[in-house]
């Protein structure tokens, strides 16, 4: 509610975004962005103003104690970064307690919503306020335009592929070779950017009719890019997620 002074409209006081990354925090690659999407200035004023308090499931952690982390066969595997831009891939199940912790902490600091800020799939976890899972989100907006279509999918890394199948399939729901419907190509947003444009070209040559880049890392730029390659409807996940929370806030 705005504070009034004299009976007059003095500022409204801001809302409190609080961010959790499975890598390390600051997310100064995705933040921007981020606020970008939700509508705020780099300084955070919008019509409601944001404050965005970040968190990182690995802060704290040297490089060496991530490489630790590492998936083995038959783990869940995530692709992140570390703070200074170093890309790691790690296995969920070591990264869950440190992310409900964080979680935790945000709250504690005031947050009155918390995104997490990965498309992996998680668990429940507890949380007072509202907390946002992008894998849904994303999910259910790709579901609710791409089902019947022919699905391009652009995942980070080569051990992701399979999983992303699994997830992916599902937007065709009951008809016939639904994965025949998907098409996935792993590309890094943490990589050479070529990477990212050979898979765009792939994906044209299936004969994609629409595509989402299924990771938040992927970037608004590599968003056009690839919309430019290949002449058809990209979604992105952190332009997606940002909107979202706008509506939150």
């Known amino acids: 509610m705005a504070q009034t002074i004299g009976g007059s409209k003095e500022y409204e006081p801001a809302r409190i975004l609080g961010t959790v990354t499975i890598g390390q925090s600051p997310r100064t690659d995705l933040i921007p ?4 999407a ?24 040297t490089l060496e104690e991530v490489e630790k982390l590492a998936p083995q066969p038959g783990d869940y595997v995530l692709v992140t970064r570390m703070a200074d831009g170093t890309p790691v891939k790690i296995a969920e199940k ?13 709250v504690a600091e005031g947050a009155d919503v918390v995104a997490l800020v990965c498309t992996g799939e998680f668990p429940e976890f507890p949380c007072e306020k509202l907390l946002v899972k992008p894998q849904l989100v994303l999910f259910h907006a ?44 792993a ?8 990477q990212v444009e050979e898979a765009a ?19 608004m730029a590599m968003k056009e890019r690839v919309r430019s390659l290949t002449g058809v409807p990209v979604l ?14």
Do not use: F, N
């Open 33 to 36: 962005e981020l606020k970008a």
């Open 38 to 61: 939700m509508g705020l200035e780099e300084d955070g004023r919008s019509r409601t103003p944001v404050k965005v308090i970040e968190a990182g499931a690995l802060d704290g952690l």
């Open 94 to 106: 070591h990264i869950l307690r440190r992310m409900e912790e964080q979680i935790k902490r945000l």
């Open 142 to 185: 790709v579901s609710a335009v791409a089902a019947g279509r022919r699905l391009g999918v652009l995942l980070p890394d080569e051990d992701q592929i399979e999983q992303g199948y699994l997830r992916w399939s599902a937007v065709h729901g009951d008809r016939e070779s639904p994965r025949d419907l998907v098409r996935i190509e």
């Open 187 to 194: 590309a890094s947003p943490y990589g050479d950017p070529a």
């Open 201 to 219: 070209r792939k994906l044209k040559e299936w004969g994609a009719e629409i595509i989402v880049m299924d990771c938040i890392g992927y970037t």
């Open 236 to 249: 992105l996940a952190r332009s997606i997620l940002g909107r979202v929370i706008a509506e939150l806030l």
